[in-house]
T-cell receptor, first 115, second 114 residues
Framework: NAGVMQNPRHLVRRRGQEARLRCSPMKGHSHVYWYRQLPEEGLKFMVYLQKENIIDESGMPKERFSAEFPKEGPSILRIQQVVRGDSAAYFC?????????????FGQGTRLTVV | AQSVTQPDIHITVSEGASLELRCNYSYGATPYLFWYVQSPGQGLQLLLKYFSGDTLVQGIKGFEAEFKRSQSSFNLRKPSVHWSDAAEYFCAVGAYNQGGKLIFGQGTELSVKP
């Protein structure tokens, strides 16, 4: 059973371009969470999705950021018109159930660099 | 406000010495508590978790943590540190109805001296 798969591992974008980050949850997991880790900081929650639904997007910046988890395929975090401040590591986690007593498994992250 | 504080940004210990990493939390609901480890360039690996029951929990790699409700703390300990334990350690808190939505501390970087 493969773990949470994120790709690409590293992504370089010029200011103003779009960044697409992909996350394939563990098999059987229907809950996906995205986190952002800025340099020298801990992880900050961005969004929680189930298949075809956004459950909690309280941590998402109000502009340029969007996320989806379609019925088929990976979850996508999209950042439009990237700026230098978007440079960070973006982690995806997945869980089988909703309750916090179920472990969330993390991917290895996508490290976005905006030049 | 809900928060997790790891007071020590960087700790250095000698190999074989004991280790304690501090974690304090502020959380309105009954907390679910976690410790994760992150090696450079890698994702997060769960070391241990506390949901209920015995307040001393055992984890992987010889780590343990003790939940102290009166002190709002969940400190991580290891009796004898190995060089391979050098990494960044994150404490996190969640709630039952929040699923995998966790609040993380800022992390403690552990260095191990030979």
């Amino acid at each position: 059973n493969a773990g949470v798969m994120q790709n690409p591992r590293h992504l370089v974008r010029r200011r103003g371009q779009e960044a697409r980050l992909r996350c394939s949850p563990m098999k059987g997991h229907s809950h996906v969470y995205w986190y952002r880790q800025l340099p020298e900081e801990g992880l900050k929650f961005m969004v929680y999705l189930q298949k075809e639904n956004i459950i909690d997007e309280s941590g998402m910046p109000k502009e340029r950021f969007s996320a989806e988890f379609p019925k088929e395929g990976p979850s996508i975090l999209r950042i439009q018109q990237v700026v230098r401040g978007d440079s960070a590591a973006y982690f995806c986690a997945s869980s089988e159930l909703q309750g916090a007593d179920t472990e969330a498994f993390f991917g290895q992250g996508t490290r976005l660099t905006v030049v | 406000a809900q928060s997790v504080t790891q007071p020590d940004i960087h700790i250095t210990v000698s190999e074989g010495a004991s280790l304690e990493l501090r974690c304090n939390y502020s959380y309105g609901a009954t907390p679910y508590l976690f410790w994760y480890v992150q090696s450079p360039g890698q994702g997060l690996q769960l070391l241990l978790k506390y949901f209920s029951g015995d307040t001393l929990v055992q984890g992987i790699k010889g780590f343990e943590a003790e939940f102290k409700r009166s002190q709002s703390s969940f400190n991580l300990r290891k009796p004898s540190v190995h060089w391979s334990d050098a990494a960044e350690y994150f404490c996190a808190v969640g709630a039952y109805n929040q699923g995998g939505k966790l609040i993380f501390g800022q992390g403690t970087e552990l260095s191990v001296k030979p």
